[in-house]
């Protein structure tokens, strides 16, 4: 890929689109307002908080990402969205009550503006929702047409000079591709007979597609994670990222098991469960949609500790992963990890860890991240999947020939070098031979 010669001005104002306006993406807008008004610090946001190091160390040339990059300022972004409830942004972030009064109140007239436009739900993908304030439409070529003039219409309401979308919805059942996502035409063949193989993720993932919109898939669906969508994105020169945001426990191993391997310690079981009393945890007690979330989790191991490679230390790991919906602690879930591991000579350890986590804390600065770095890599003009934002993802999609990275600090360097060789600096290596020569 050709580093870009330019990129695009940030100016003008950004729709941020969101399918699914629960308690992430009301978190992410309120938390937002709060930010732009300097009632709150968007904590968790690279592009808000992080540096990058340009150069040599000794250079101390050190900016925070978004004086680096020309990015969109959090004064220019203007939130919509869809949902399968009638509820405005403050109705539903009080439904959701991650946010307290204190943070609602200051922005409560704000909130109440944002009106979710009526949602596509056909109820076969998400079993444990029954939705009210839904589209209705004969085929689901036109439910894609009714989402695209909603783009239009916002855009055009909304005074946006470009949108970006980023699904916050909940977990569809789990079903792998078929012959309906081949190619567009196969796809757009299927919209309009209706195939079962086209779920209500897919079609938002398509409209905002045909409408140039770059799309990240915050959720085990398959979205874009296809043939068809991935081959319309570079068509339409279209940047898409996903799946599945890494919060919780899912982010802890990330961060554990490259430690673990790095120090060549064994690990022969991992057992993991969860519980949470969100919208998100009561749609996974379906069992379709678990296997979504389990199929998602699950890989992680396997691709950081690279059982093939080490057969005597990660090949005989028994790896299992729990998620129970307990209303009682609604968004405030709880992970829990058992970890039997050996070192020298084969003697047994353990590590216990117990993570107390909000996962819609979590997961707003991913959304906010996301929206702002897509609306950058098109404006630099970049198309198809974006696997430089790895970082986000439990699930990340990558070309069909590679196996996805899922080490946080592999992810990171490749974010930050991504973002260096797009300015035109120098990616960083971290060899250093230079200062000992």
């Not at 160390?57 to 300022?73: K, N, Q, Y």
């Not at 081949?182 to 195939?195: C, K, M, P, R, V």
């Not at 079609?203 to 969508?229: I, M, T």
């Not at 090949?315 to 307990?326: C, E, P, S």
């Amino acid at each position: 890929m050709q580093r870009p010669s330019e990129i695009a001005s940030a100016g003008g104002k950004l729709g941020v689109l969101m399918p699914g306006m629960g308690a992430v993406a009301t978190t992410t807008i309120a938390g937002t307002m709060l930010a732009r008004r300097g009632l709150g610090e968007p904590v968790g946001s690279l592009t808000q908080n992080a540096t990058i190091r340009l150069g040599k160390r000794t250079d101390e040339r050190t900016p925070r990402i978004r004086d680096f990059v020309p990015l969109a300022g959090l004064d220019q972004l203007v939130f919509g969205g869809w949902d399968i409830f009638p509820d405005n942004a403050l109705e539903a972030a009080k439904h959701a009550r991650v946010l307290e009064d204190r943070h609602l109140e200051p922005i409560k007239s704000e909130l109440e503006a944002v009106v979710p436009m009526k949602g596509v739900f056909y109820p076969e993908y998400v079993k444990r929702l029954h939705g009210t304030h839904v589209k209705t439409g004969a085929t689901k070529a036109e439910m894609v047409e009714q989402l695209r003039e909603d783009i239009r219409r916002f855009m055009k309401d909304n005074g946006c000079d470009r949108a970006v979308a980023v699904w916050c919805g909940s977990t569809e059942i789990y079903f792998p591709p078929s012959d309906v996502h081949a190619s567009i035409q196969t796809f757009e063949e299927g919209l309009l007979a209706n195939d079962p193989g086209i779920s209500n993720s897919q079609l938002y993932a398509w409209a905002c597609l045909k409408e140039g919109v770059p799309y990240a898939n915050g959720a085990p669906n398959l979205s874009v994670d296809f043939p068809a969508a991935q081959e319309l994105a570079r068509e339409r020169c279209v940047p898409i990222a996903g799946k599945d945001f890494k919060t919780g426990q899912t982010l802890m191993k990330t961060i554990i098991a490259p430690g673990l391997k790095a120090r060549m310690l064994g690990i022969e079981g991992w057992f993991s469960t969860n519980i949470l009393g969100n919208r998100d945890g009561e749609v996974l007690e379906d069992p379709d949609s678990f296997k979504s979330k389990e199929v998602s989790k699950l890989g992680v191991l396997d691709y950081v500790l690279q059982p093939d490679k080490h057969p005597k230390l990660y090949g005989n790991l028994y790896h299992v992963v729990r998620i129970n919906y307990y209303p009682p602690r609604g968004d405030a879930k709880e992970g829990w990890d058992n970890i039997d591991l050996f070192g020298w000579l084969g003697y047994p350890m353990q590590l216990k860890l117990d993570f107390l986590c909000r996962d819609s804390i979590l997961a707003a600065p991913i959304v906010l991240d996301l929206a702002l770095l897509l609306d950058l890599a098109s404006r630099a003009k970049l198309s198809g999947i974006q696997e430089w934002l790895s970082f986000y993802f439990k699930s990340p999609m990558t070309a069909p020939s590679l196996y996805p990275e899922h080490d946080l600090f592999i992810q990171l360097m490749k974010l930050k070098n991504t973002l260096r060789w797009m300015m035109g600096e120098g990616v960083i290596t971290h060899l250093g031979h230079e200062y000992y020569d």
